[in-house]
């Protein structure tokens, strides 16, 4: 069965404090993993997509990088404004759907 | 703005009651999906339609439907509601299965 683990639960960083946050997977046949944030009360808004080990994308003060196993999103010297929560999902090749699997997410806050 | 429209943003019901959840994707996006988001189980998949069929379900209740309309909009209906269907509906569109998809504001729905 497909899974995804993200962790930790919660985070918080001071300002300019660099940090990461992980998400493990078991999934039959990666075909992309999913980096989503979502502020409170508003859908899930996309990020990153990463398709093979190894692979590396970076926005701003943002860096997802790729292992067969887990996910990181790196955050560098993060502001106030990068306070969300952090999904990451997987999606299968399997019955060529495109569901999406979501982990329970990592809350992020970041005091001034 | 995603683009995805969502319908309405909040709404109020008892239990035992039917209700119907709308979504507009993206223009130019064939494929459609439905996620529930409750505080316990985060984001859950419940089901996906592509230019018109069905395509993909994941846990969803007998109690549940959904079907995409030739003008490629979608409504999730929920009936016999009971309390634990209190939830955030989120719907997302994709240009075709497989694809980055892109989500609504979402549907909180209080069952009383």
Known sequence: EDQVTQSPEALRLQEGE??????????????????YRQDPGKGPEFLFTLYSA??????ERLKATLTKKESFLHITAPKPEDSATYLCAVQSY???????????????QVKP | DSGVTQTP???ITATGQRVTLRCSPRSGDLSVYWYQQ???????????YYN?????????????????FPDLHSELNLSSLELG????????????????????????????
Request: aromatic share 10%.
């Open chain 1, 18 to 35: 660099s940090s990461s946050l992980n998400c493990s997977y078991t999934v039959s046949g990666l075909r992309g993993l999913f980096w």
């Open chain 2, 85 to 112: 269907d209190s939830a955030l509906y989120f719907c997302a569109s994709s240009v075709v299965p497989g694809d980055i998809q892109y989500f609504g504001a979402g549907t909180r729905l209080s069952v009383l």
């Open chain 2, 38 to 48: 409750s505080l316990d189980q985060g984001l859950q998949f419940l089901i996906q």
């Open chain 1, 94 to 108: 399997s019955g060529n759907t495109g569901k999406l699997i979501f982990g329970q997410g990592t809350t992020l």
């Open chain 2, 9 to 11: 943003k909040h709404l």
């Open chain 2, 52 to 68: 018109g069929e069905e395509r993909a379900k994941g846990n969803i209740l007998e109690r549940f439907s959904a079907q995409q």
């Open chain 1, 54 to 59: 190894g692979e590396e994308k970076e926005k």
